[in-house]
Nanobody
């Protein structure tokens, strides 16, 4: 089992930046791919970004490319999501997930955090 805990959410104005963190515990020594998903009110949860265990390859949703960066520090069992130039449409609960392969499919991730709220005001 892997436990994931997100942090770093908050209320910011449009154009601002935030960095989310997700720290893993439990079987965090296993080489999991990590991902961020988000869910806005009334919408389905959607893929944001994913990164391989080694951290050499990442992919992003088109809506966040060029603004968000996913990274990880395996020595700290932590994955980050740097969010720049935030837009009102980025407001959502952001979830961290761990899985065997870095895909954009929620069902490929058996481990999930509880989520952290990001609110963006105009």
């Amino acid at each position: 089992q892997v436990q994931l805990v997100e942090s770093g959410g908050g209320l910011v104005q449009a154009g601002a930046s935030l960095r989310l963190s997700c720290t893993a515990s439990g079987r965090a020594d296993v080489g999991y791919a990590m991902a961020w998903f988000r869910q806005a009110p009334g919408k389905e949860r959607e893929f944001v970004a994913t990164i391989t265990y080694i951290g050499l390859s990442a992919s992003y949703a088109d809506s966040v490319k060029g603004r968000f960066t996913i990274s990880r520090d395996n020595a700290k069992d932590t994955v980050y999501l740097q969010m720049n130039n935030l837009k009102v449409d980025d407001a959502a609960v952001y979830y961290c997930a761990a899985g065997a392969v870095p895909t954009e499919t929620q069902q490929d991730y058996p481990y999930w955090g509880q989520g952290t709220q990001v609110t963006v005001s105009s």
